[in-house]
């Protein structure tokens, strides 16, 4: 089982950046692929990005290529999102959420474990 703990959210001005760090318990972390989701309100859950279960392969959703990063420390069980040139848009609750290697790691429905969340919001 793994247990995953969102931290680094926060309120910053368009333009701005953040860095996103999600805490991973459980002995078998590294056998998960990692994705970000984001959900504003009244919006379904958006996939942002994804991270394979060595760090060799990642993916993002087409509006985040360029301005995000995702990256992986199998061996402190961490995994970060570095976002860049924040827009009110990207305004969200940011989850991050663990999958089994080889899933559609683009689908939410996908991934076995979550964690609660953590807050970002871009002010205009």
């Known amino acids: 089982q793994v247990q995953l703990v969102e931290s680094g959210g926060g309120t910053v001005q368009a333009g701005g950046s953040l860095r996103l760090s999600c805490a991973a318990s459980g002995r078998t972390f590294s056998n998960y692929a990692v994705g970000w989701f984001r959900q504003a309100p009244g919006k379904e859950r958006e996939f942002v990005t994804a991270?394979?279960?060595?760090?060799?392969?990642?993916y993002y959703a087409d509006s985040m290529k360029g301005r995000f990063t995702i990256s992986r420390d199998n061996a402190n069980n961490m995994v970060y999102l570095q976002m860049n040139s924040l827009q009110p848009e990207d305004t969200a609750v940011y989850y991050c959420a663990a999958a089994p290697h080889g899933t559609n790691l683009f689908r939410p429905y996908n991934y076995d474990y979550w964690g609660q969340g953590t807050q970002v919001t871009v002010s205009s």
């Open positions: 991270i394979s279960w060595s760090g060799s392969s990642t």
